[in-house]
């Protein structure tokens, strides 16, 4: 479980998150969703100690961030920025390996490569493993910080935005990756999504954030209706079940 | 395996050009003289021999450098020479040189060393602000920022009567190497190969610091760490042949070309390229005017732009 | 319809005349004076063709950074200057007369900088940070090429012409001053007429096309008359790297116009009284030899770090 309590964070004058407090359960996805500019991508990034906490707590299981060996919290939660610029020229299979790193720093041993084989065989990356990360596309490059944080092998798996770059077919095929990490091994998922399409489909769990302070969480069945939703957007939400499924529209 | 070659292929030339380097010069050397003419024994082990490892050692760890600074910076156009390391460790050296003549060339050269550390912090205090969607701001800050603290050693050195240090300092040349006058250079050596038995790190710093520490690595230490060495071997270089620009830009940014930027694999064949080149810009400069000599530095300044620019220029292909 | 501003620093610059002249003089009053007149002459000469190229180049590359300076344009003046000796040899350099080194220089210097320039304006004006670190490059390339050759020339031969070769603030020389103000005022003539179309260059190259306005081939004419004030001002003083810079980042700063016919007065104005100034201070008041252009390479550097962390070069 990761615990939150009572996080504020400002840069400058501007407050991006306010005395934010909440559980992120175990064993599930949970989506984070919200507003352009309401703090989602800052609280992942204080989740995963990626900006040091101004106020306030989080602890991860039983690690509290800030006090946390790095290589302990990279062995317990793997991380997918949003913006993944990469000024190196590296292939796609040694960033890959890099994922392996917090375990074997630097000797790899034959468990590391079955991991990383199997991480090119899951997202579809066989093709490009010997391709320079620059001779990629942006959605392949995605997926191949995607394949390095599963390669990583950890309990928490933080995703910002993975979807960003992303065709239909590798999107629904990361979705559907994620659910079977969280049901079959048992991993727990953070992910910022866009998309409520996505998040209606395959999160168990959902955090909704506005303005920089918790608009409501729980189990995506319960928070996830119109009234919520049209709220924390501001537009007109509706939802729309058809037999098996539910879709969020708003285009009109 | 395929990816053996460009190491075969470095040490070969590496090897070539140390065998020129060695029996070319104003005084005569053959192989045939040599192991029963003690002049000439005498002639190979004073001169000759620091002569050609002092470029290699200087090429190489320049080299090392060079793409240490580019993957901490994450920026393919910095070296010591484009971020006013160079120019803070002379800063440095002219201080020492004024206030404390007498000093060990040891201790000299940790004054240099320091003050390179404190240019290197200024440069990367100046390029925070800079957006990072214009990667050759930072180049160009850089070379300007330089520009203002060699302005300042010249104004100093001028005002000290000290130009012609300043002079010698600038312009890279092995003339000078004796044995005695270059061990210095064994210490950039080591700090190479330290460099080498950090590799990953520098790859996974080359990330970035948030994909580093994702990965736990200790970004901090790891910056610290590159930032220390590029500093020492910028200094070391200075102290003992001058400053070589362009080494540590445009060998890098070729075997990255070539290879990428995994460095457990790139760094021999960066060091290895490096050296060949420092070497090769000394052999021509020994033959270009003989018997005179024009310095390493002059000829790889010549060289190194026009590979650089073409680098630049050359169109990007799909 | 003069400018406040640019009375003022006519003004300013008529005063530190004056201080520059009369600073100290007490002994052999009209020999000093002199001196002073024909240096003074030559400081004025170098602003005016310094401010007015930088403006020039600022308008065809369509930034505010860029200066011919930057761009290796001066390094190319002394390489050019340093491969004529080179051909030629020390001794027959020697023997030719100033103006007609001095013509041969600026000619070949037009036409490289137009081969150069010109291809690399074409090519990248979009990638204004390409142009700018291609340029500085450029810059390295023609100092390093230049000492290569320097080393190739005889040492003996170099001797003879190392003290004509390499001007400094301290010596002008009377008949490089001659030469360079019978080739000045032409140029400032074509150029001041050129004004109000550089109006509309300033646009940029396709809205000046449509506007009518035959972009490329006054591109190529004012690369010339840039390569030519370079010419004059690398010619009389050496290379002085960041003075357009300082000059054009204060004259748009104090100007706030587009308007060429204000403009380029302007920046000349201000790089005379720069030079003027800060050569009374230097040499007169401070006592220091020849290292004005020093302070200037560090003044004009800071002010561009300034500027650039106010945010203000995008």
Redesign the interface.
């Known amino acids: 479980m990761i615990d939150i309590s009572g996080v504020s964070y400002a840069i400058g004058k501007a407050q991006i998150l306010k005395d934010v407090s909440l559980h992120i359960p175990c064993g599930q996805i949970t989506a984070l969703i919200g507003p352009n500019g309401a703090g989602k991508s800052t609280l992942l990034n204080l989740m995963s100690g990626q900006e040091p906490l101004q106020t306030g707590t989080v602890s991860v299981d039983a690690l509290h961030i800030g006090q946390t060996r790095p290589r302990d919290l990279a062995l317990k939660m793997a991380v997918v920025a949003q913006h993944v610029g990469v000024a190196s020229r590296l292939r796609v299979r040694d960033l890959i390996s890099f994922g392996r790193w917090p375990h074997n720093q630097g000797r790899p041993t034959a468990a590391d490569h079955t991991m990383i084989a199997q991480a090119l065989d899951r997202f579809d990356l066989n093709a490009l493993a010997d391709r320079f990360l620059d001779e990629v596309s942006g959605g392949q490059r995605q997926r191949a910080f995607v394949a390095m944080a599963y390669a990583q092998d950890t309990d928490w798996l933080l995703l910002d935005e993975p979807l960003n770059n992303l065709d239909l077919r590798h999107a629904s095929r990361l979705m559907a990756e994620l659910h079977r990490l969280a049901r079959e091994q048992d991993k727990s998922i953070v992910i910022v999504l866009h998309d409520l399409n996505y998040a209606v489909a395959w999160a168990d769990h959902v955090v909704a954030m506005k303005n920089g302070a918790l608009a409501f969480e729980g189990a995506t069945q319960k928070v996830t209706n119109a009234e919520n939703l049209s709220a924390l957007y501001d537009t007109d939400v509706r939802l729309v079940q058809t037999e098996d499924e539910v879709f969020v529209a708003h285009h009109r | 395996m395929l990816r053996t070659r460009p190491y075969l292929l470095t040490g070969l030339a590496l090897l070539i050009l140390s065998g020129v380097s060695i029996f070319i010069g104003v005084g005569q050397l053959s192989l045939g003289t040599v192991w029963h003419d003690p002049a000439a024994l005498q002639l190979l082990w004073i001169s000759r021999i620091p002569r050609t490892l002092a470029a290699l050692l200087v090429g190489s760890s320049i080299a090392v450098a060079g793409v240490i600074m580019?993957?901490l910076v994450?920026?393919?156009?910095v070296e010591p020479g484009t971020t006013g390391t160079s120019e803070a460790a002379m800063l440095g050296l002219l201080a020492v040189t004024i206030l404390a003549p007498g000093w060990p060339i040891m201790a000299k050269m940790i004054v240099a060393a320091c003050a390179s550390l404190i240019g290197i912090a200024g440069f990367f205090a100046?390029i925070r602000?800079?957006?990072?969607d214009?990667?050759?701001?930072i180049?160009?800050?850089g070379?300007?920022?330089g520009?203002?603290l060699g302005?300042?050693a010249?104004?100093i050195a001028?005002?000290a009567d000290l130009i012609q240090y300043l002079g010698v300092w600038m312009?890279g040349e092995f003339s000078g190497v004796l044995a005695g006058r270059y061990e210095l250079l064994w210490l950039a050596g080591g700090l190479a190969v330290l460099a080498y038995l950090a590799a990953?790190?520098f790859?996974?710093a080359?990330?970035?610091?948030?994909?580093s520490?994702?990965?736990?690595?200790?970004?901090g230490q790891v910056l610290t760490l590159g930032v220390v060495t590029v500093a020492l071997v910028s200094s070391l270089v200075i102290v003992t042949v001058g400053i070589l620009?362009?080494i540590g830009l445009v060998v890098p940014n070729i075997v990255?070309?070539l290879m990428?930027?995994?460095l457990?694999q790139t760094l021999p064949v960066v060091a290895g390229m490096g050296a060949g080149f420092v070497l090769l810009s000394d052999i021509i400069g020994r033959v270009?005017?003989y018997p005179?000599e024009?310095?390493a530095g002059?000829?790889f300044?010549?060289l190194g732009?026009?590979v650089?620019?073409w680098l630049?220029?050359r169109k990007p292909h799909a | 319809m003069p400018d406040r501003w640019f009375l003022i620093l006519l003004g300013a610059l008529v005063a530190a005349s004056a201080l520059f002249l009369t600073w100290g003089l007490s002994t052999r009053i009209w020999f000093i004076l002199e001196l002073r007149l024909v240096k003074l002459a030559g400081l004025i000469t170098v602003g005016i063709a310094v401010g007015i190229a930088t403006m020039l180049f600022q308008t065809l590359s369509g930034n505010r950074i860029l200066t011919p300076a930057i761009m290796g344009f001066d390094a190319l003046f002394l390489l050019v200057q340093t491969s004529l000796v080179f051909f030629i040899g020390g001794f027959g350099f020697v023997q030719l007369p100033g103006p007609v080194v001095f013509g041969i220089n600026t000619a070949v210097m037009m036409v490289a900088a137009v081969t150069l320039f010109g291809a690399l304006l074409h090519n990248n004006r979009r990638d204004i940070q390409l142009m700018i670190l291609v340029g500085v490059i450029f810059g390295l390339l023609f100092r390093s090429l230049t000492s290569f050759m320097q080393r190739l020339i005889d040492p003996s031969e170099f001797a003879i012409v190392q003290g004509t070769m390499f001007a400094q603030f301290g010596g002008i020389n009377r008949v490089e001053l001659l030469t360079s103000v019978c080739l000045l005022l032409p140029l400032l003539v074509w150029i001041w007429r050129q004004c109000p179309v550089l109006d509309t260059m300033a646009l940029g190259r396709d809205p000046a096309r449509s506007l009518g306005v035959p972009y490329d081939g006054l591109q190529f004419r004012l690369l010339c008359a840039i390569a030519a004030l370079v010419s004059i001002a690398t010619a009389l003083v050496g290379p002085i790297t960041f003075l357009g810079l300082l000059v054009s980042s204060l004259t748009y700063s104090l100007m706030r116009s587009h308007r060429h016919a204000l403009l380029l007065p302007t920046s000349a104005a201000m790089a005379a009284l720069i030079l003027v100034f800060g050569q009374t201070v230097f040499e007169q008041v401070l006592d220091l030899q020849s290292t004005l252009s020093i302070v200037i390479e560090f003044a004009g550097g800071l002010l561009f770090l300034f500027l650039l962390a106010r945010g203000k070069l995008q």
Do not use: H
Not at chain 2, 74 to 77: A, S, V
Not at chain 2, 206 to 211: C, D, E, H, I, T
Not at chain 2, 213 to 219: A, D, E, P, T
């Open positions: 580019q993957l994450r920026n393919r156009f100046l602000k800079l957006p990072p214009q990667p050759l701001m180049p160009l800050v070379l300007i920022y520009g203002i302005a300042a010249t104004f001028f005002q312009s990953d790190q790859t996974v080359g990330l970035g610091q948030k994909a520490l994702s990965l736990g690595l200790r970004y620009p362009f990255s070309r990428g930027d995994n457990r270009a005017r005179y024009i310095p002059t000829v300044g010549v732009a026009v650089f620019l630049l220029l």
